[in-house]
C-alpha cells in the first residue's frame, strides 16, 4: 500500500487546466507524459522516471500524466499512437550564486568525465551519411576554419529509443520513421560546439553554416555551406544543428547527460524542449 502512494506521488495526473497552469509552476525539469483515452499512460517507464526523480532530487524533477482529450492546450497530439513526452524546464531564481557553485563543485566531484562551459554552446551531429562515406575529418576542419570551439567530439551509434526521444516532435510525420531508422543506421560523430570570434552566437553561426535543411535548395542557394558540399538528398544532408538556445540545451542534455552548463542563451522562464519541424 505505501508504494502505491509514492508512485502516485512521482507521478501527477493533469486532468484540468487549473493543474496544468500549476504544473508549469514547478521549478526544475517537468516530462509530461501525454497518452490518449484509449491508450493508457506508457507504463514502461514508470519505475525509470521514479528511480531517476529519486537520484535527481524530487524538486528538481517531475513527472506527470496528461490526457490529450482532456486539455485544450493538447489538442495537436490528439489521435496520436506514438509515446508522447513533452518537456517543461523552469529556473529557480531563487538560488544564490553561493549555492549554484557549490551545486557545479559538487557534480564535477561525482562525474570526473563531465564535460562544463562557462560559454553558449550548440550541439553539432555529424550524420551517418556523411560518416560512412569518410567525410568526418574534413567537416571538422571546415568547422574548426569558421572560428569554432570543439569543446568535446565523440563518434558513437545512436538507439532508436535516443533519436524517437530526439525528434518527439516530428512523430506524426510521414518520414519520422525513416528518419529514426536513418539516424540509427550507423555511426554519426557528435560535437559541442563553441564560439570565440565574430558577432553571431554559435547556434545561428553553425546553422548558417550548415545551410538550407535540403541539400539541394543549398547547392543552389548557399554553395559553399556543408549542405550543398556534403549533403545528397533528403534526409541525407551530412549534418545536424540545433534549431535554438532552448532546443541546444535539450539535445545536448540529451545526448551529453554529464555535460555541465554555466552561462547559456538566456532563456524564457518556460521553455518547452520539442524539435521544429524545419530541420
Known amino acids: 500500500m505505501g508504494s502505491k502512494k509514492k508512485e502516485i506521488a512521482l507521478q501527477v495526473n493533469i486532468s484540468t487546466q487549473e493543474l496544468w497552469e500549476e504544473m508549469l509552476s514547478f521549478k526544475g525539469l517537468t516530462v509530461v507524459d501525454v497518452y490518449q483515452g484509449w491508450c493508457s499512460p506508457c507504463k514502461p517507464v514508470v519505475s525509470l522516471f521514479q528511480k531517476m526523480r529519486i537520484e535527481v532530487g524530487l524538486d528538481l524533477l517531475h513527472f506527470a500524466l496528461a490526457e490529450a482529450d482532456c486539455l485544450d492546450v493538447l489538442e495537436k497530439y490528439r489521435g496520436k499512437c506514438e509515446p508522447t513526452f513533452l518537456f517543461y524546464a523552469i529556473k529557480d531564481e531563487a538560488l544564490s550564486e553561493e549555492d549554484e557553485h557549490f ?105 548558417t553554416l550548415m545551410g538550407p535543411c535540403d541539400p539541394d535548395v543549398a547547392r543552389r542557394e548557399q554553395p559553399d555551406s556543408l549542405r550543398a558540399q556534403y549533403g545528397t538528398e533528403m534526409p541525407f544532408n551530412a549534418v545536424h544543428g540545433s534549431q535554438d538556445g532552448g532546443d541546444a540545451r535539450r539535445e545536448l542534455a540529451l545526448l551529453f547527460p554529464g555535460f555541465k552548463f554555466s552561462e547559456q542563451v538566456p532563456e524564457a522562464p518556460l521553455a518547452k524542449t520539442a524539435l521544429r519541424s524545419s530541420r
Do not use: N
Open 103 to 207: 551545486s557545479h563543485e559538487k557534480d564535477d566531484g561525482e562525474d570526473e568525465g563531465a564535460v562544463s562551459s562557462e560559454k553558449t554552446c550548440t550541439l553539432a551531429i555529424i550524420k551517418p551519411d556523411a560518416v560512412v562515406h569518410g567525410k568526418t575529418d574534413e567537416i571538422i576542419m571546415k568547422i574548426q576554419e569558421a572560428g569554432f570551439d570543439i569543446l568535446t567530439s565523440e563518434e558513437r551509434t545512436m538507439t532508436e529509443a535516443e533519436m524517437r526521444l530526439f525528434y518527439q516532435r516530428r512523430a506524426g510525420e510521414e518520414a519520422f520513421e525513416m528518419l529514426v531508422h536513418y539516424m540509427c543506421s550507423g555511426p554519426s560523430h557528435l560535437l559541442i560546439l563553441t564560439r570565440t570570434e565574430g558577432t553571431e552566437d554559435v547556434v545561428t553561426a553553425w546553422r
